[in-house]
């Protein structure tokens, strides 16, 4: 079954505050979409979609033909919120794909084990296949200033991309959904679907603010393209 991986990379990057988009920010001589391409690509005859940030649609091609895998590289423009713009990533897949991946340009670093963890579930079966970590700190139910309870972690994960689902499954429950959902997985469990964990990876950790972009730079520092 043919698989595409649809890359979301239209985020402006509220957080770290960067002078350009995120996607579009460098680790070292590389962006984050550069890298996060990177690890994609280690998916054999995979299509990716990147979607983009609007005007920046020559910025992510261009970062496709470095990538040396320009032929299999779609980019279409993204929206204004991570939904719409997974929903303009889905309308550009091939019409043979039956496995789609979701991936957040942001989880720059995600080595290739993740990618082929998600697709061998859905392949084996699963609806929707979800990265998840544990929970290492304790975790309290807080109200402004004071605590509330403490909250039981041992049934709590941390959610990552990318998310892998049955392409007729991922399309059905985009047409049906009807709000914002946080992820893929809450919005095709929505739909009534099971999503199936697998392990996730550190090194899939999201570049949201300033240290998150320090830690990725001492990875790479350590480890260079
Ligand atoms: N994303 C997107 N389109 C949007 C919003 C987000 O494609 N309208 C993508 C981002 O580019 C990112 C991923 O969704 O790869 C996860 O979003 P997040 O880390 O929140 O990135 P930003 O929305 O860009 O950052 P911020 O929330 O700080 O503005
Ligand atoms: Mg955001």
Redesign the pocket.
Known sequence: ARVAVV??????????QAAA???FVGIDAHS?LAH?LRGVLAVPRAQVVV?A?AGREDQARTEAEASGAAARVSVVT?????????RA?LSAVWSDVEVVLV?????ALTPPEVFTRVIAAVRAGAPGVLPVLPVVDTIKRVDADFVVTGVDRSDLARAQ?PQGFARDILDAAYRSADREYTDDAALVAAAGHRIQTVPGDERAF????PADLERARALVAGAPM
Do not use: C, E, Y
């Open positions: 890359v979301v990379a239209a985020g402006s990057g509220t957080r770290l988009p995120k996607a984050l996060a979607v940030p993204g929206g204004a919120t991570r939904q719409a713009s997974v990533g991936h957040d340009a942001a989880r991309t999201k570049i949201t603010g």
